[in-house]
């Protein structure tokens, strides 16, 4: 016996194999049999072993049906028992019960077999009456009992018959089969991957949003288009440019009062180069002229010839190989609303390449006059275009959407110094002004060929200072001779000095300057129909234009 604390006995047992009863029903609790008591066994308050032969041999018939020892809501069995001498030298088995019984498993686990522990079997009576048993003090807690028992709060009574109501309650934990365990596999699986998901998608949110304020965790690449082929369509004017500009040059003027800047285009193989006059004035007689193509190549160029009346010169390099003359259009062809493009050298940024329309055709401008004696004048017939010319332009090919030069850029108009032709520092307005082609071709060959242009004429003086509609014949001309020149081509039409021209050939004009505009729209020896107003009385006379040396 221990000392100050009782030991725990086993308070179940089942038959082993080879047992007593181990092949007959397994071991179930049954009620005692009132005409067979059952006797104490060794440790349980009093009572002997049975000393009987019938009672050692089977102590279960001896002594009628075994009553477990311990079990909540049985009899308990002794807590602080003296081991009983036997196999093992454990306690002696209570009666009914074999001595080398295997320990049955606890409350809540199935006994082997398939019946529960404590179950009734199959077929069993209904219990009777059982005796009442002293209780035992050490076995008032028993922590195996359901909460609320009185066994479980050491109030175990033993009132009255047992009353078996069932099987114990299983209150472990119990052993999931396979296909329990499969569903937790998956279960814990699905909410695996939802807890995945979830956090991924938190953190994927965070480092994005990061990505995005702090612009990646690697140096910044934008996106881009995929390299286009160089090609354009040669309507286009990325298509006209490229055609074009290996013919056009910049032109830099060095003279011994002044420098300038201005744009030509190739006219020929020989090296021959269109521009105009106001270009290549300051160089004198005895400047430099240097030509600039497009691919970066410069040469000495020379004058071949100027004329200040049409604002047009021709110079030529020598030496220089694979030249690619412009190809040059018809301005008679030309409508107002045509695309046109304008290059050259404005304030001297060569390859200067912008677009516009034709604005209007036939604008009569008038520029120069710097010297006071109208040797400088130029009188264009114009086309005006919304293509931005600035000073630089002076002398480069306006052309059309074929690039054939149409025209030769000239001047423009500012906004506060009138008509220019490119001496002057303002800007662009969209106000532009190009020599028609066909006036610049044939002024071109006969510089070309002879050096020097000629100009149509009426052969009559003007009255420049007439403020009245139309062009007036002088009174006289100047140094006092005759205003209309004899035998030239107004004398023999019948025009007399005070006579007023209001058209040529059915177009109306408003000044003198109009006039000598439209006149040298015309070729020497082209025909003019003038409308000629004397005395208030208006009449048509046809002419033929004569020839003048320009300068």
Do not use: C
Not at 17 to 42: F, I, Q, Y
Not at 347 to 367: M, Q, Y
Request: no cysteine; hydrophobic share 35%; charged share 20%.
């Amino acid at each position: 016996m221990n000392e100050g604390r009782p030991t725990k006995a086993k308070w179940w047992s089942r038959p082993r194999p080879g047992a007593v009863g181990a092949d007959s029903a397994p071991a179930h609790l049954t009620e005692p049999d009132p005409a067979h008591p059952v006797a104490p066994s060794r440790g349980t308050g009093g009572g002997a072993e049975p000393d009987t032969p019938e009672a050692q041999a089977h102590p279960g018939d001896a002594h009628g049906p075994e009553r477990p020892m311990g079990v909540p809501g049985l009899v308990p069995g002794p807590a602080d028992a003296e081991p009983a001498p036997g196999a093992g030298g454990g306690a002696a088995p209570a009666a009914g019960v074999h001595a080398d019984a295997e320990a049955v498993p606890p409350p809540g686990i199935p006994a082997q077999g398939g019946a529960p522990f404590g179950a009734p079997p199959a077929g069993a009576e209904s219990a009777g009456p059982a005796e009442s048993a002293p209780l035992d003090p050490w076995r008032n807690y028993d922590p195996w009992a359901a909460p609320g028992s009185p066994q479980r709060y050491g109030h175990l009574q033993q009132n009255g018959p047992f009353q078996q109501n069932g099987p114990f309650q299983q209150n472990g934990v119990a052993v999931p089969t396979a296909a329990e365990r499969r569903r937790r596999a998956r279960k814990a699986l699905v909410l695996g991957a939802v807890a995945l998901a979830l956090v991924s998608g938190g953190v994927g949110g965070a480092v994005g949003a990061y990505l995005e304020r702090n612009g990646g965790l690697t140096d910044i690449e934008l996106p881009q288009a995929a390299k286009e082929a160089p090609g354009r369509a040669p309507d286009s004017v990325a298509g006209i440019a490229a055609h074009a500009l290996p013919s056009v040059v910049t032109l830099h003027v060095h003279g011994s009062e002044e420098d300038g800047t201005g744009t030509g285009f190739v006219l020929d193989g020989a090296g021959h180069i269109l521009t105009n006059n106001h270009v290549i004035e300051p160089a004198g007689g005895s400047g430099t002229i240097t030509v600039t193509f497009s691919g970066g190549q410069s040469a000495k160029a020379r004058v071949v010839g100027h004329d200040s009346g049409y604002d047009l010169a021709v110079v030529k390099v020598s030496g220089v190989h694979g030249l690619a003359p412009m190809p040059l259009g018809n301005s008679d062809s030309v409508q107002v609303g045509d695309p046109v493009v304008a290059i050259g050298a404005p304030f001297d940024l060569a390859n200067t390449v912008t677009s516009g329309i034709i604005s209007a055709k036939e604008r009569p401008i008038t520029a120069g006059g710097e010297k006071g004696d109208g040797t400088d004048v130029s009188y264009v017939d114009a086309l005006q275009t919304d293509a931005p010319i600035n000073p630089g332009n002076s002398g480069g090919p306006l052309l059309d959407s074929r690039a054939r030069v149409i025209g030769i850029n000239s001047a423009i108009r500012s906004a506060d110094s009138g008509s220019d032709l490119g001496t002057g520092q303002a800007g662009s307005i969209g106000l532009g002004f190009a020599i028609p082609v066909n006036q610049a071709k044939r002024v071109a060959e006969e510089l070309i060929n002879t050096g020097r242009a000629t100009h149509p004429v009426i052969g009559v003086t003007l009255d420049m200072n007439y403020a009245g509609d139309g062009a007036r014949v002088a009174a006289k001309a100047t140094g006092g001779g005759a205003p209309v020149t004899a035998d030239g081509p107004g004398a023999r039409a019948g025009i007399r000095a005070g006579d007023v021209i209001t058209e040529v050939d059915g177009t109306r004009v408003h000044s003198g300057e109009e006039l000598i505009v439209k006149t040298r729209a015309h070729r020497p020896g082209d025909r003019l129909r003038l409308t000629v107003r004397r005395g208030g009385t208006d009449r048509t006379v046809t002419l033929v234009l004569g020839s003048a040396d320009g300068d």
